[in-house]
Structures are given as structure tokens and as C-alpha cells.
């Protein structure tokens, strides 16, 4: 029984893959040194286990993931 921290956007899916999670839940974050300033954890659960993988902006654009971003307003956080 643990939370496991991904560190690849790859690992993750092969893992999704495998494990078959029939809900992935996320959270959408304010990460104040990426520009513009957010963040995606996408979680998902096998059993008591905990995967989770982090990415952050980089010039309009998640990271490790190449999701992009619409924008900066505070008041939403724009992740499609």
C-alpha cells in the first residue's frame, strides 16, 4: 500500500495501460515558477496503491505531456 510517484509521462501510460484504471482523477495546480503559472497531477489507483505524475508549463505548453495551455487568467485554470 503506497502513493508511487511517477517520473515519466511514458511510465505513466504504460502503467494506465496495464493496470486499467476504470477512473484517472487530476488535479489542476498554481505552480508559481512555471510560466504561465500551472500545473497537472493525474492520479489513478490500483488496489491500496497511488500512482501520480506531475508535469508544470513551459512556454505555453505542459512539460512532459505537451497539453496546452489557453491562457492565464487566475480565476480558472486553463488547461484543455
Known amino acids: 500500500?503506497?502513493?508511487f510517484r511517477v517520473?515519466?509521462?511514458e511510465e505513466y501510460k504504460k502503467l494506465a495501460l496495464?493496470?486499467?484504471p476504470s477512473i484517472v482523477y487530476y488535479s489542476r495546480d498554481p505552480?508559481?515558477?512555471s510560466r504561465p503559472p500551472w500545473g497537472l497531477k493525474p492520479i489513478f489507483y490500483n488496489g491500496f496503491d497511488g500512482y501520480?505524475?506531475?508535469?508544470?508549463?513551459?512556454e505555453g505548453v505542459l512539460h512532459k505531456t505537451g497539453i496546452p495551455i489557453r491562457g492565464t487568467d487566475k480565476g480558472s485554470i486553463p488547461i484543455s
Open 1 to 3: 500500500m503506497g502513493v
Open 7 to 9: 517520473q515519466t509521462w
Open 18 to 20: 496495464e493496470f486499467k
Open 31 to 33: 505552480h508559481p515558477t
Open 52 to 58: 501520480v505524475f506531475t508535469d508544470y508549463a513551459e
